[in-house]
């Protein structure tokens, strides 16, 4: 049941409601809950867009807009915690390694939740935060690092890949419970992906491999954020 007063919206009221709608629409973000503790939820949905815009028509997480909100996170005294809700078929690896840094550096409770997919560069984003959630019917792709379009097949081309790869599986290693052999083991895993190497974890595997700590939703990581609130 949904408790509202009988009072009537003032027109500041109305303006503050219109603006958090459109905020909404916008960034696809809550500025903050109101729940007993003031929790920032964002969600990085579809593509992570990067240096280059995605094509016209494809639902797109853009880093540029991303980056300022979790700066504002970190500074604004009104906001306890942060949930960032995942549902990610990957996209540009630096912009989505930065973003997972950025989140990795928040000092406030943090939470992530992996809700249909967390694939790709995807991943270092859901270990990012202190605490990791998946719901059982979630999946995660782990494979190596691609590149679309025309490249020099050259031996330094080979090695910036290789630099790539290596930042991405330390990243995940340094957040998570997976070491750096076992990622490395399911990245170059045969058999399972039709066009590619690598593996897809559900959300009951991928927290017995340790990459993610525990199944739940949305309570699940609102509980641990209010909790880690309270203690500190």
């Known amino acids: 049941m949904e408790y509202r007063s009988s009072e009537p919206l003032t027109d500041a009221g109305v303006e503050q409601e219109k603006l958090e709608k459109d905020y909404i629409m916008d960034t696809g973000s809550v500025l903050c809950t109101k729940g007993r503790h003031g929790i920032h939820c964002l969600t990085v949905v579809g593509q992570i ?3 280059v815009a995605a094509p016209q028509g494809q639902k797109t997480t853009k880093y540029e807009h991303v980056i300022p909100q979790l700066v504002g996170i970190e500074e ?6 942060l949930l960032v809700i995942l549902n990610t078929v990957g996209g540009d690896v630096e912009a989505g390694l930065a973003l997972a840094e950025l989140i990795s550096g928040i000092t406030k409770p943090s939470a992530t939740l ?7 560069i995807g991943i270092p984003l859901a270990v990012s935060a202190r605490r990791s959630f998946i719901v059982p019917t979630a999946t ?4 190596p690092v691609r590149h679309s379009g025309l490249v020099l097949g050259v031996p330094q081309t080979m090695r910036y890949f290789e630099q790539m790869q ?4 330390g990243f995940v290693a340094g ?8 990622f490395t083991q399911l990245m170059m895993h045969t058999g399972e992906l039709v066009m590619d190497v690598g593996t897809v974890l559900d959300g009951e595997r991928a927290v017995q491999e340790g990459l ?4 739940g939703s949305v309570g699940s990581a609102l509980r641990y ?3 880690e609130i309270e203690q500190g």
């Open 175 to 182: 957040h998570s419970g997976m070491g750096a052999e076992r």
């Open 114 to 120: 992996v809700l249909g997919g967390g694939h790709s």
């Open 225 to 227: 954020l209010y909790r």
């Open 212 to 215: 993610i700590d525990e199944l």
């Open 140 to 143: 995660m792709t782990i494979h």
């Open 49 to 51: 867009e990067g240096h």
């Open 76 to 81: 604004d005294p009104e906001i306890e915690g």
């Open 166 to 169: 290596e930042r991405i599986t």
